[in-house]
């Protein structure tokens, strides 16, 4: 049997792992993933999505394949969430209150561990895009009326990806709990607590697999890609991706709507 040089895998899933039409070939990946297994090699998902999108579009893999979440707030084996990270109650409506009153134009998408919440008052645009992503999301009249008994997971911001550094800035400043942006680089921030990101989670993947970071494949193409493509002893960025990404990781693959992810694992298990 060839040897193979890694032990797990990493893939960002838009503009990395589906194409553009928010697809990815079922047959092709379950070919590779059956090989995969049979080398006792781990798949882990790590996306900005959240685990309702993943669920769905895994929703035949669940059982072998390992998730990261919303960016690496939630995290899943055999389906189960073993990790969480939340916003306490009084930070998560501190924070959307802050949006709403310093950028008023910033559309929000409110991501918890029951559900999912959007403004009824939102842009239609905006809430079509984000019922896909999230799928168990709830229309409410306003978001700093959130149910007490869910838990902020992250936010989706629609704005311009340079407001995430002043953003966290001034949040921090003020508050004890702090609050972590990052953006895709492509007109959207994600806001999580502090100290998580998919770099984080892939971290505690690997320390529970006995795997090494160099033993790590990661694949990405956005800006949140960057701490798990650090991470990776075998980092690609698409081809499609960001041109930072790309200055970063020690490899480039094919498109996203070549199939590139899968590409590159073939050719390491053919």
Known sequence: MKNIPFKAVAVDMDGTFENDEKQFDHERFEKVLTKLRQRHIHFIVSSGRPLSRLRQDFYEFLDRIDIVADNGSILTKDNQIIVRHVFTYKTGIKLINFIQTNYPYVQIAASGLN???????????FKNLMHYFYPNACEIGDLINIPTSDSLTKLTLECSAELAHELELKFNQTNPERIHCTTSGF??????PNGVNKGQGLKYFLRYFNVKPEELIAFGDGLNDQEMIELAG???AMKNGHEDLKKIAKYEAPSNNEMGVLQVLESYLD
Do not use: G, P, R
Request: charged fraction near 15%; proline fraction near 0%; aromatic fraction near 16%.
């Open 115 to 125: 559900n999912s919440y959007l403004s009824k008052k939102a842009l239609s645009n």
């Open 187 to 192: 007109n959207n921030i994600d806001v999580m």
């Open 234 to 236: 075998y980092s690609y």
